[in-house]
């Protein structure tokens, strides 16, 4: 959805709308731009999971079908590049861009200070300079600050790993990482002291030049043909199967859960808080009574892949990509003043996709390269490639590594790794990318020098860039925050990166998984924030070209979220007079909350006539959707199926608000939408109901905008 809007806005008459005034010049030329956005954006990532998650979906057990075809192995191998484009492609930098454009056009149009807040002005007015605003900020800092530990809590476990691989005894447990993020945040914390064009825009370019210098050596070493082949059939399975993809939700898969005791969903899951259903209690029942019986799991009955495959990947990019997005949003925006919203959207959007997708396809076509040879080379060919995960121990491997004692093929996998060649499903996945460079002979202990440099500077630079907008918003949009500040950010996350870790490895041994679950938890606040800011920047690009729809439009009397301001909506260290007294709006409300349906009615009354018998129906029905909606709540107890019913009356209830508001909308000529309506009546229906009983108030609207001045 941000995706195809970003593309409709870059095509449409406002793509040539400025980040900036009319004269502002790019303060940076495009390769340091590029540098520093790929940097901060996905680059990471590229050496991190580059070679191992097309591995883990060609032999980690998936069943890829429904992305695309499926006959052979060499599909397999294809929907495995696919999914990995979809995963790092334009789902991963949509919500960057997003945010970008709007504080853009905001800020450097607007004259607001470079602040998440500023982003949703056209939409909330002066109310971001209320509590509310704070509320959006910290929300945003939250965001970076953890998304910021995700990547180093990602990165310096990949760091420590490349360091054993180049010297043995270099350890890679919690206390090296540990030491490894403070070296890190150190370095970080003077780029940010320099600045922007001292520290950080060298820093990028450095960085970019490495990762390039590797990417492209690889390239040139291996079968270049075959290589660029991968990506050309890469690029266009991509296009064709990317939104197939993108409504991809593993729905019949995720049965598993029903059809387990694992099962976690509200509304089929137990109410005893151990798992299971009423429906799998009577499988497991009903499966008792045969002979012999015991209960299949659906994957083994229907070959479904793992029921936790969207949440383990798809659902973990979601929540990392998105709480990145305040930060690299906002560091694309500080870099991008002075061009225009379609050289941002084709820049920052198509360009990096495309070049990630190079790297990306290289080192994973060469990843499952090396796991065909290895196949080949360590058994008769009687195996079967079905994606499903290989036994090792059958291909002469054992923790993770050649094993020269066992049973079958140990001296054949042992030979075959000396010359540079890995059953990579077999290894570990941060030694994967050192794997495929070991074939080079004597070039390779240079190449994985340059990429342990490569990837400790692409974490730097993602620290540096992460404590710069923490910086930036805590100080209102100050463009040079204080020192001190900058250190304090700095230092901050890197010890909430460490603190996760060692956390993590203590609770469970899984110091990553406390990591990756932060990043999610931290993603789904700011997912609706994003919808709301296309709305935001939509208004904004409107307003900017002056279009009547929006210009001309009459204004809500009231606003639905200015309770945020106790009611007393104005601009920042200033006063404004209120069009309702405190007492009147703080009755209204409370009316709409417990008795909705009296607005609704005077709403009705002045939409359809005095007395107008749709008025009092339209009132009956609402007072029952309503108090029928908490009849079930209060009364259904432990049998959530009552509860789930009223739920239903509320919903009814909502779209009846729904359809009133917009009513009014069009009666008073103000701009608006119906999804904006559903949005505002499902999330805060009070305030909604509040807003117009007020609004009957007012006197409609004459929709006629152009008459002569004198009969104004």
């Not at 990471?44 to 192995?73: F, Q």
């Not at 210009?551 to 606003?559: D, I, K, M, P, R």
Request: proline share 3%; charged share 15%; aromatic share 14%.
């Amino acid at each position: 959805m941000w995706a195809v809007f970003l593309l409709y806005v870059a095509f449409s008459k406002y793509g040539n709308i400025k980040l900036g005034k009319a004269h502002e010049k790019p303060e940076f030329n495009n390769i340091s731009w590029f540098s520093m956005l790929f940097s901060c954006g996905i680059a990471v990532g590229v050496y991190t999971l580059g070679v191992s998650e097309p591995m883990g979906y060609y032999r980690g057990g998936y069943n890829l079908a429904g992305r695309g075809p499926l006959y052979n192995d060499d599909d397999r191998a294809q929907l495995a590049i696919m999914q990995t484009f979809y995963h790092w492609g334009f789902h991963a930098w949509a919500p960057y861009i997003v945010v970008a454009i709007t504080l853009g056009v905001v800020c450097y149009r607007w004259n607001m200070p470079l602040t998440m807040r500023s982003a949703f002005y056209p939409l909330l007015g002066n109310l971001i300079f209320s509590p509310l605003g704070d509320c959006i900020d910290a929300i945003a800092i939250a965001c970076t600050t953890f998304g910021v530990c995700t990547s180093l809590g990602l990165g310096v476990d990949a760091i420590t790993q490349f360091g054993n691989r180049l010297n043995s005894g270099i350890e890679t447990g919690v206390t090296e990482q540990t030491w490894t993020i403070v070296v890190m945040t150190l370095v970080a914390n003077v780029s940010v002291i320099l600045g922007m064009k001292k520290g950080i825009q060298i820093l990028s370019t450095i960085t970019f030049s490495l990762g390039l210098f590797a990417l492209l050596a690889t390239l040139l070493l291996d079968n270049t043909w075959f290589l660029l082949n991968s990506y050309v059939q890469s690029i266009g399975h991509y296009l064709n199967y990317m939104i197939q993809a993108g409504f991809r939700t593993d729905s019949f898969e995720q049965l598993g859960y029903d059809f387990s005791s694992a099962n976690v969903y509200a509304g089929t899951a137990n109410t005893d808080g151990d798992g299971g259903s009423p429906m799998f209690d009577a499988m497991t029942k009903a499966n008792a009574l045969l002979e012999d019986g015991e209960l299949a799991t659906q994957g083994d009955a229907y070959g479904s892949h793992a029921r936790w495959m969207m949440s383990g990947w798809t659902i973990f990019y979601w929540g990392w990509w998105v709480s990145w997005a305040p930060f690299v949003g906002m560091f694309i925006a500080r870099i991008s003043r002075g061009r225009t919203l379609r050289s941002v959207i084709t820049g920052a959007f198509v360009a990096p996709t495309l070049f990630g997708f190079l790297w990306l396809c290289v080192w994973g076509s060469l990843g499952i390269k090396m796991q065909r040879a290895a196949e080949l080379a360590l058994s008769d060919g009687t195996y079967i490639a079905d994606g499903n995960a290989l036994e090792c121990d059958l291909f002469g491997y054992g923790g993770g590594a050649p094993n020269a004692t066992a049973t079958h093929g140990g001296a054949a996998a042992v030979q075959l790794a000396k010359d540079g060649y890995y059953l990579l499903s077999c290894r570990n996945g941060n030694n994967m990318l050192f794997d495929i460079m070991s074939p080079y002979g004597e070039v390779k202990k240079f190449l994985w020098t340059i990429l342990l440099v490569g990837i400790t500077l692409y974490f730097i630079t993602s620290s540096d860039s992460g404590s710069y907008v923490d910086d930036v918003i805590s100080a209102n949009g100050l463009a040079k925050p204080p020192i001190v500040q900058k250190i304090f950010w700095c230092w901050t996350e890197g010890c909430l990166a460490i603190a996760l870790l060692v956390v993590g490895d203590k609770a469970d041994g899984d110091a990553l998984g406390a990591v990756r679950a932060v990043s999610i938890v931290a993603g789904l606040p700011f997912t609706l924030m994003l919808c709301f800011m296309c709305t935001s920047v939509w208004r904004a690009l409107k307003i900017d070209a002056g279009d009547d729809d929006i210009c001309q439009a009459t204004q809500w009397s009231t606003g639905v979220l200015d309770i945020a301001d106790l009611f007393n909506v104005r601009p920042a260290n200033a006063t404004a007079e209120q069009r309702y007294s405190l007492p009147e709006r703080v009755q209204n409300l409370a009316t709409a909350i417990f008795a909705p349906f009296i607005g609704v009615f005077k709403t009705c009354e002045a939409e359809f006539g005095v007395g107008a018998p749709i008025a009092k129906v339209q009132a009956v029905f609402n007072a029952l959707f309503f108090y029928i909606w908490l009849a079930l709540m209060c009364t259904s107890g432990e049998d959530r199926q009552w509860a789930w019913l009223g739920w239903t009356f509320f919903l009814f209830h909502v779209m009846q608000i729904t359809g009133l508001r917009a009513s009014v909308r069009e009666s008073h000529g103000i701009y608006g939408n119906l999804l904006e309506d559903l949005l505002t009546c499902l999330c805060i229906y009070p305030m909604a109901v509040s807003q117009l009983h007020f609004q009957a108030q007012e006197p409609k609207a004459n929709n006629d905008v152009y008459k002569k001045p004198d009969q104004a």
